[in-house]
C-alpha cells in the first residue's frame, strides 16, 4: 500500500526510538497510516484550519493530519520519548508542525491557534471524558474550535451520541447534543491498535452549532443535568428536591412528569426547565 508521506513506517519509527508502549499513559498507538490518514478524513476540509492534537505519539495520526492539508498541527504530547519522532515529522512539513511537551489537563493549547480550529486526537482513555466536558463547556458559546474528531471507548462514543429513552443517555449526551451535531463517524476493532485494548473503539465527530439548539443558561443547565443523572435511578421530583423546594411545579410547569426519570428527559426538557429554575432562583 503506498505511504501518505516519505517518512519511515510507524513500526521503523516506534523501533528506532524505542517506543514500547506504556499502559499508565493510555499508549495505544494506531500504526497503519492509511487509517490514520482515514481519521483525520473524518474531520472534514483541513485545508485552512489550524488542529490540535492531544497525544501524538509516534505521530501516525499527526502524519494523517499534515497530509491531509492541516495548515497548522499543534500537537501536545505527555510522553518525552515521542519527542525525536514527532521532531522528524516536523522536519518533513517545514513551519507546520509545532509540538509542545505537557500534560493537556494542565495546559490550554488552544490559545495558541488561530480559527477556524479543528481538534482531531486519538486520545488516551484515562483523560478523553474530562477534556471533552471542557471543549464543550468553554464560558462563551460558539467555541473558538469548529470541530471535535475524538476517539473514545465505543461505550463513552455511544453515551455521546445516545438518545433520550436508552441506558446510555445522560450527562455527556445533553452537553454534547445541546449546543453541537454528534455522530461516531467510524467504529474500529481492539486489534487496530498496538497493543489492543480490551475495548472496541470509535470516532466521534462533533460540529459545533452557531448557537445552542434550545436557549438556556449553561451554568444553571449543567447543575440540573448532573443532579439529574446522578441519581438516574430516582424519580426526578426526589433526585432533583435540592434545586428547588417546589421542584414538582417547576417540573410540571415545562411538561416534565414529577415521577419520571432523568434518562426519559430530552435535551429540550432539561433546557425548558433550566430557564424554569433560573427565573425562579
Ligand atoms: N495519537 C497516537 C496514535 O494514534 O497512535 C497515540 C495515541 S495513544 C491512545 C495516547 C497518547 O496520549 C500517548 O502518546 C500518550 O503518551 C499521550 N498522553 C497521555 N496522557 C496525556 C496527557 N495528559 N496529555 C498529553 N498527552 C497525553
Not at 72 to 82: F, G, Q, S, T
Not at 141 to 159: I, S
Not at 172 to 197: D, G, N, S, Y
Request: with cysteine; hydrophobic share 45%; proline share 8%.
Amino acid at each position: 500500500m503506498a505511504s501518505i508521506d516519505t517518512l519511515p513506517p510507524l513500526r521503523e519509527v516506534i523501533a528506532t526510538h524505542d517506543l514500547s508502549a506504556k499502559k499508565a499513559l493510555g499508549q495505544n498507538f494506531l500504526l497503519d497510516l492509511n487509517l490514520t490518514a482515514k481519521i483525520a478524513r473524518q474531520a472534514g476540509d483541513l485545508t485552512g484550519m489550524d488542529v490540535l492534537e492531544v497525544g501524538p505519539g509516534p505521530g501516525g495520526l499527526t502524519r494523517g493530519l499534515l497530509a491531509e492539508g492541516a495548515r497548522k498541527v499543534l500537537a501536545v504530547e505527555k510522553d518525552a520519548r515521542c519527542l525525536p519522532a514527532l521532531a522528524e515529522i516536523a522536519a518533513a512539513y517545514p513551519g507546520r508542525l509545532e509540538v509542545v511537551e505537557g500534560d493537556a489537563l494542565a495546559i490550554n493549547p488552544l490559545e495558541r491557534l488561530t480559527p477556524p480550529i479543528a481538534i482531531c486526537a486519538n486520545l488516551p482513555y484515562n483523560v478523553g471524558t474530562e477534556l471533552l466536558v471542557r471543549w464543550l463547556t468553554p464560558p462563551d458559546w460558539p467555541p473558538v474550535w469548529t470541530t471535535l474528531t475524538l476517539m473514545f471507548q465505543k461505550e463513552v462514543a455511544e453515551r455521546i451520541v445516545a438518545q433520550p429513552g436508552s441506558k446510555a443517555y445522560g450527562r455527556l449526551a445533553v452537553l454534547a447534543q445541546w449546543r453541537c451535531e454528534a455522530q461516531i463517524a467510524m467504529h474500529l476493532p481492539p486489534e487496530a491498535f498496538t497493543p489492543p485494548p480490551k475495548v472496541s473503539s470509535a470516532v466521534v465527530h462533533l460540529r459545533a452549532l452557531d448557537r445552542p439548539r434550545f436557549e438556556a443558561d449553561a451554568k444553571m443547565l449543567e447543575r440540573v443535568v448532573a443532579t439529574a443523572f446522578n441519581q438516574r435511578r430516582k424519580m426526578l421530583r426526589a433526585s432533583l428536591k435540592g434545586l428547588s423546594a417546589q421542584i414538582e411545579d417547576h417540573l410540571t410547569a415545562v411538561g416534565i412528569a414529577p415521577t419520571d426519570r432523568a434518562e426519559r428527559v430530552s435535551v429540550e426538557g432539561f433546557c425548558a426547565l433550566a430557564r424554569q429554575l433560573s427565573q425562579h432562583s
